[in-house]
């Protein structure tokens, strides 16, 4: 949906979207739309930049640790007379102080990237998602407005049975009075026992009332 998508863009302009795979609510989506093979790319994408800051992030604070111990050793080993060991150890700090430097370095050049890495896995994340859940919410609109068809032709006929229910009913009222009038109480109690009449209006005057679906199912 590339029209779509352009919308999505501008929509999500100048707003600050959080980490999408550390956010609960991001995930929480995907119980309704399913599992989606171009999510989870995008997904594993964003996870793997993460875990690379996170990597880098404690690269420098261990090198960091660790090159403030070589500059004490330094400090403590300028304290002793000087000797043939005292040379031989101050260079191989210093030689191990450089190679910490240009770690750090580049590490620190690296890191530097992330904010930038994040922020396009992230948007291509939530353009996916945007995409996938505006399809979804879609597809969902058809299903209700064909669920709610559905339920205003069936409350349609449930109507006309209702009424054809009590108008028979009513019928039979009349013809068992109508006989029983004519053929008194003695006659016609070969009738009684199939059908016991019953005064509908009096019985059934809120059937419809409440076997009736609530015409707000439609919105």
Known sequence: MPQEEEYFKEA???????VLTLDNQWHKLFTQTG????????????NEVLKRQGKVNTEIKSLSAYKKKVM???MD??????????????????RIIEETNQKLEEYNDESLEFPKLIDEANFNLMLATMRICYAKIQSNVA?????NQW???????LKKKVFLKQQKQIWNDELYSYM?????????EVFDMKYNPKNVLNKETDVIGSTNIDANAQT
């Open 72 to 74: 004490q050793d330094i």
């Open 143 to 147: 299903d209700i407005d064909e669920i």
């Open 77 to 94: 080993t300028m304290e002793l007379p000087d000797s043939a060991a005292k040379e031989k150890k101050m260079e191989e700090s210093k």
């Open 12 to 18: 999500l302009v100048g707003k600050k979207v959080p």
């Open 151 to 157: 339920i205003s032709d069936f409350r349609v006929k």
């Open 35 to 46: 599992e989606n093979d171009e999510i989870h790319d995008l997904e594993e994408k964003l």
């Open 180 to 188: 029983h009038s004519i053929f008194g109480p003695d006659v016609i």
